[in-house]
């Protein structure tokens, strides 16, 4: 296969490079211990990253890719600003990845622990009272949300970009 039937195979749902020539920006994640990851990131892909001399993340589109620079849109400000951003000077790569029944769980079990220590809550328990509680709802309730978070922790990372996570510029062919 091409590597544009292979782009579009793996990422249907987002634009692919078509045409010879067309730049993508590449990180390439080399841990000391498993698998080797290339994460390829399009013109029209929304990104979020660190620079080196800000501490607050940055959020957008990419506009157009050049082979040591990328043109970002900034719209997590509220105003939208284009942006150039060098490739020595992306701090962090934040991504998210979609895990079936992980990411939504990530957003439903929250949700479902403080439905479940409100209902506990407002209706009557064991003791015939209202508007109380015990620890067992807390627990349970805690544990949902723990598990909510964790299924986040799964679901989206960040890659520092060093030595060995390297982000470049490639081109198609």
Same mark, same amino acid.
């Not at 498993?34 to 994460?39: A, D, E, V």
């Not at 998210?96 to 079936?100: E, F």
């Not at 209202?130 to 949300?145: C, E, N, P, Q, Y």
């Given at each position: &296969?091409?590597s544009?039937a292979?782009?579009s195979k =793996?990422r249907?749902?987002k634009?692919?490079?078509?045409n010879?020539g067309?730049?993508?920006?590449?990180?390439n994640k080399?841990p =000391?211990?498993?698998?080797?990851?290339?994460?390829?990131f399009l013109?029209?892909?929304?990104?979020?990253?660190?620079?080196? /001399?800000d501490?607050? =993340? $940055?959020k957008?589109t990419?506009?157009?890719?050049?082979?040591?620079?990328?043109?970002v849109?900034?719209d997590?400000?509220?105003?939208?600003?284009?942006?150039?951003?060098k490739?020595?000077?992306?701090r962090v790569?934040?991504f998210? /990845?979609?895990?079936?029944f992980v990411?939504e769980?990530a957003y439903?079990f929250?949700?479902?622990g403080?439905?479940?220590?409100?209902?506990? $809550?407002?209706?009557?328990? &064991?003791?015939?009272k209202?508007?109380?509680?015990?620890?067992?709802?807390?627990?349970?309730?805690?544990?949902? &949300?723990v598990?909510g978070?964790?299924?986040?922790k799964l679901?989206?990372?960040?890659?520092?970009?060093n030595?060995?996570?390297?982000?470049?510029v490639?081109?198609s062919y």
């Open positions: &296969m091409s544009e292979l782009f =793996r249907s749902y634009s692919f490079p078509v010879a067309e730049k993508y920006l590449v990180l080399a =000391r211990i498993g698998k080797f990851r290339r994460y390829r013109i029209g892909d929304r990104i979020s990253f660190r620079l080196k /001399q501490k607050k =993340r $940055f957008g990419i506009l157009s890719i050049s082979d040591s620079a990328f043109i849109t900034n997590s400000s509220g105003t939208i600003k284009h942006k150039e951003v490739l020595g000077d992306v790569f934040k998210y /990845q979609r895990v079936p990411s769980a439903y929250p949700i479902g403080l439905l479940y220590i409100g209902a506990d $809550f407002f209706n009557k328990g &064991m003791d015939g209202r508007f109380t509680t015990d620890a067992s709802a807390f627990i349970v309730g805690g544990v949902l &949300m598990t978070l964790v299924c986040h679901s989206s990372g960040s890659i520092k970009v030595d060995r996570n390297r982000l470049g490639l081109t």
